[in-house]
């Protein structure tokens, strides 16, 4: 058992216990119906059909051939090779393969250059802000995305957690990376290879002696699942940066949400579910993302490797309790609660006190020449010294994975 001990897991089982029992009053199948209507997407029109009820029709029953052909280890081979969006695919890949890469490579035609090169300089700005977000916030509310936990603690992933953050991380990098969707860039590739993972995940879990899940999903990654995990993405990121009243202009919040736009697409997540707008992503978060938010004996394991990774570089004894800190400002006491992060009498009051004032200081010294640049170096060191500490300093490959979590 990873970084919690026996004693500590059963303690959190049995408070889990207790909150199941009231969960348990709202199961996920009983919750409201869909009533979010595809005019407010990308798309301003579409089917309206319940997303939990829908998944990736292209890519799963492709990916799911692959799986039973065995040609799983040959493909991924290949895809090594593969790491620019500009880059032609390589050699050695079946057909079929092939035609859906080369569809799903493509962005959306709704895709606005102007608004990707705001969005850049959007990220330059507020780097830093985006990092502790994606990591803090988005990292560890995954963890009470009960669907969420449960599919990556009984995937392969979730026996080598580093390893997989050092990939999701790779995916927040390359979408802040200032040529992210330019030829030269990555994350068309790593969104494509996402795709590919999830469509394999979708073949695989089912067969897990784990599944169908607690919640009874005998299918995992919904299109609604999709859209929750985008919300605690974007919408997560753009709610506190609102809370912590960092001046946006108008034009970079619209380019921040359509970098997560195209990033969507290219998930596989169908236009008529991706909001058009900031107001139609919190109408959505609203109905799919706030209410399923729980604790599960998975997710409490899985935050409590997270607030660990720190460990190899001072043994835990600073990271661990500054990024439960973190966790517990970020998310409050009822998410820090159910994850059981202790209070902490030094860190907790400290981030109330000082992260105003941190952030009017930041905010108060960008107007001046050459500041944007130098936030951008600094946190783009940090940015770098992050990921090449998860991934081991070892190129980040994203592969598909044959096999869910040896039990
Ligand atoms: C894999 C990102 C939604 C479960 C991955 C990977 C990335 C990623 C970058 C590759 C990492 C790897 O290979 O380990 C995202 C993003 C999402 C999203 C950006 C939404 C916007 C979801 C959802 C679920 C999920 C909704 C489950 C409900 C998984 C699992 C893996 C995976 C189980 C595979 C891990 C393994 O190989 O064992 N995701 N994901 N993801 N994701 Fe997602």
Redesign the pocket.
């Given at each position: 058992m990873d970084g919690l001990s026996r004693r500590n897991m059963l303690k959190a089982g049995g408070a889990l216990g207790a909150l199941g029992a009231l969960s348990a009053a709202t199961p996920a199948w009983a919750r409201p119906p869909w009533t979010w209507s595809p005019r407010g997407s990308v798309a301003g029109t579409g089917e309206g059909a319940d997303p939990r009820w829908v998944w990736d029709p292209e890519a799963d029953p492709l990916v799911a051939s692959l799986l039973d052909r065995g040609e799983v280890p040959r493909v991924n081979a290949a895809l090594r090779t593969w790491t620019k969006n500009g880059q032609p695919l390589p050699d050695g890949l079946p057909a079929d393969l092939r035609d859906f890469m080369e569809r799903a490579r493509r962005l959306p035609p709704w895709a606005d250059r102007g608004k990707l090169g705001t969005a850049v300089e959007f990220t330059e700005k507020r780097g830093l802000y985006l990092g502790v977000l994606y990591g803090l916030a988005s990292g560890m509310m995954s963890t009470v995305i009960p669907?969420?936990a449960r599919?990556?603690y009984y995937?392969?992933?979730?026996a080598a957690m580093k390893d997989?953050i050092s990939?999701?991380a790779?995916?927040g990098y390359d979408i802040g990376s200032r040529n992210a969707y330019q030829p030269d860039g990555e994350m068309v590739v790593?969104c494509v290879k996402?795709r590919l993972?999830?469509a394999a995940?979708r073949h695989l879990l089912p067969k897990s002696p784990h599944w169908p899940d607690a919640s009874g999903e005998k299918i995992?990654?919904s299109q609604a699942?999709?859209m929750?995990?985008?919300h605690s993405?974007p919408t997560t990121v753009m709610r506190k940066l609102t809370a912590w009243q960092v001046p946006i202009p108008a034009a970079d919040s619209a380019a921040f949400l359509h970098s997560w736009q195209v990033g969507?697409h290219l998930?596989g997540i169908m236009d008529e579910y991706i909001p058009a707008s900031w107001d139609q992503a919190n109408a959505q978060a609203a109905q799919v993302l706030d209410p399923v938010l729980e604790p599960t004996s998975e997710g409490v394991e899985l935050a409590d490797i997270l607030l660990g990774l720190g460990s190899a570089v001072d043994g835990g004894v600073l990271s661990k309790p500054v990024l439960g800190a973190f966790t517990r400002f970020l998310l409050g006491d009822r998410i820090a609660d159910w994850l059981r992060i202790a209070r902490e009498p030094v860190w907790d009051p400290l981030l109330r006190a000082s992260w105003g004032p941190f952030i009017a200081v930041r905010e108060g010294l960008l107007p001046f020449p050459g500041a944007p640049q130098a936030y951008w170096l600094f946190d783009e060191f940090l940015r770098r010294a992050a990921l090449l500490y998860l991934s081991e300093a070892r190129p980040i490959s994203?592969?598909i994975?044959e096999t869910n979590r040896p039990s």
């Open positions: 669907h969420e599919a990556v995937s392969k992933g979730g997989r990939k999701t790779k995916l790593t996402t993972v999830h995940v995992p990654i699942d999709m929750v995990t985008w993405l969507a998930l994203i592969e994975p």
